[in-house]
């Protein structure tokens, strides 16, 4: 008797939720339809927008401002014997001087070789008898 009850009262729940849900309306085809086309439209504009600023972006790449002029006075004795090859105007001293002005953020090395009296002020003692390859070196980079 108990099984009965049980299997009248599963029936009666069972129409009742299929009478309770014939109450809800289905969900507009339309509705989504106008959901689906507005995302789909703001997808395309995104994309469409996107392409454009690329389309308007220079094609070539910026260039910053080259640097101005600057010479640097190297001590002679500086130990990675780079003086042989910039005082005496080689093929080499053409190389370090380049790599150096490429390690100071510049280009090219536009002059190099021993440094003139006047380009260095004397503020650090030296001796009155010293010789050329005791005076610094003087590289001038560019760019």
Request: a positive charge; aromatic letters at 6%.
């Amino acid at each position: 008797m108990r099984a009965t009850k049980i299997a009248v009262v599963h029936a009666v729940l069972t129409i009742w939720n299929q009478f309770d849900m014939s109450k809800v309306q289905p969900r507009s085809g339309l509705r989504d339809i106008i959901m689906r086309r507005a995302v789909a439209l703001v997808g395309l504009f995104g994309i469409i927008g996107a392409g454009m600023s690329l389309a308007l972006l220079p094609a070539t790449g910026t260039v910053a401002a080259p640097k101005a002029e600057r010479t640097y006075l190297i001590p002679a004795g500086d130990g990675y014997g780079v003086a042989d090859c910039i005082s005496s105007k080689s093929e080499c001293g053409q190389i370090v001087a380049d790599a150096w002005c490429e390690s100071q953020g510049h280009r090219t090395a536009t002059a190099y070789g021993v440094a003139k009296p006047e380009d260095f002020t004397g503020s650090t003692p030296r001796q009155a008898n010293a010789t050329a390859t005791e005076q610094p070196l003087a590289i001038t980079c560019s760019g």
